[in-house]
């Protein structure tokens, strides 16, 4: 479990479009070391997957090329009162993951 | 060119001036350079980030430290909190005042060599390295609780004053193999172009600050040496006399700036 930083807003109303940040401490080390392909083996995160009441509501897949500590930002509308469940997951096969209730009136 | 007759001519990141006010400063200027924030020369986005704590990726590290504070160190070790309390009213505008001379030994520190003297005396405990992501952490924690609030260290006592010009002296000596001095470029040629990036004047309110170069947080130690080396001269070492001496004359020529750490660096 690495450090994070997640931004929802705790409430919004039915229908809102609400944005939301997410971003994780990791060094994304590109496997393109300088002492040859793989010297340095690549460690990167490769997927972050959120749900949203249990329903998948954004997945992203990252890269070589993205630099480290990634931080997305993406917007989904709010529907009923639910977790958001973020989980980022690396080349080892590790992963972060952290739940943020979302509470929705109206 | 004292520190506060320098501190006259600073401007504020925030001050309407566009860049061209700069085209015309150069090496033959008369008048001294307004001291400007490395802020200024960020792009919009960059600066927006950098203000944006819900975007500041220097909060990764912020967060890191509000952590550190509350824990204990090691079993039956006080944590910085079992002290100091909550750090947003005991620390609030402390890390601009800093470096200081310490009540206790005499000598002055910066944040990091406070950070180490509380794990020394209280916490029982080996000091954290340079640009440990722990030590970064906590300062980085500390300088958040400053944010916006004025560099104000005070250089009136006679330890400090003494540091004050060692600082000052190395500032307008040249070295390396470059045969350059910082004033050569962070006073004289403020605003021009080196290399890929904008030069600044030099203040340290950003630190520790997150540099896109570095991909991540570093002290304001890190980004001395960068300079050290990039004149191609023997860097000092952290936490020496002189790079302490250092630290204090760039925070008295800063006096008055707000602090802008954690700040988003090229």
Same mark, same amino acid.
Request: hydrophobic share 40%; aromatic share 6%.
């Given at each position: ?33 300088? #002492? ?28 070589? #090329? ?26 080892? #096969? ?11 009136? #109206? | ?266």
């Amino acid at each position: 479990m690495r450090p994070r930083r997640i931004v929802t807003p705790e409430k919004a109303k039915a229908g809102d479009v609400v944005e939301i940040r997410a971003a994780i401490l990791h060094p994304m080390v590109t496997g393109h070391g300088s #002492g040859g392909p793989n010297s340095v083996p690549r460690d990167i995160v490769h997927t972050l997957i959120v749900t949203y009441d249990g329903a998948e509501i954004f997945r992203a897949e990252m890269f070589p #090329g993205i630099a480290a500590n990634p931080q997305l930002t993406f917007t989904t509308v709010a529907t009923k009162t639910g977790d958001v469940v973020f989980r980022w997951v690396e080349d080892s #096969g590790a992963f972060t993951t952290e739940t943020r209730r979302l509470t929705v009136e #109206g | 060119m004292t520190p506060t007759r320098r501190s006259r001519w600073w401007m504020g990141p925030l001050a309407a001036a566009g860049l061209s006010v700069f085209a015309a400063v150069g090496p033959s200027a008369s008048e001294p350079t307004p001291l400007v924030s490395a802020t200024r020369f960020l792009s919009d986005d960059l600066r927006a980030e950098q203000q944006d704590e819900t975007r500041n990726r220097g909060m990764l590290w912020v967060d890191q430290g509000a952590d550190l504070w509350r824990r204990e160190p090691a079993p039956s070790q006080p944590s910085c909190a079992a002290c100091h309390g909550d750090a947003k009213a005991s620390m609030a505008g402390v890390a601009a005042r800093y470096p200081a001379v310490d009540g206790t030994t005499g000598r002055l520190q910066n944040v990091e060599g406070r950070i180490n003297a509380c794990r020394e005396r209280d916490q029982k405990l080996a000091p954290l390295a340079y640009d440990s992501d722990e030590l970064l952490a906590l300062t980085a924690f500390l300088a958040m609780q400053s944010r916006g609030r004025p560099v104000s260290v005070a250089t009136e006592s006679p330890a400090a004053a003494a540091a004050v010009e060692t600082g000052r002296r190395f500032w307008s000596e040249r070295q390396g193999q470059l045969n350059l001095a910082c004033t050569h470029c962070h006073d004289d040629n403020v605003g021009r172009r080196l290399r890929g990036d904008t030069l600044s004047s030099g203040l340290p309110t950003g630190y520790p600050a997150y540099r896109l170069e570095w991909q991540g947080l570093g002290s304001l130690y890190r980004r001395l040496r960068a300079c050290q080396i990039g004149v191609r001269a023997e860097p000092f070492q952290a936490g020496s006399d002189i790079h302490i001496a250092l630290e204090l004359f760039l925070a008295a020529r800063a006096l008055g700036a707000p602090v802008e750490a954690p700040a988003i660096r090229r």
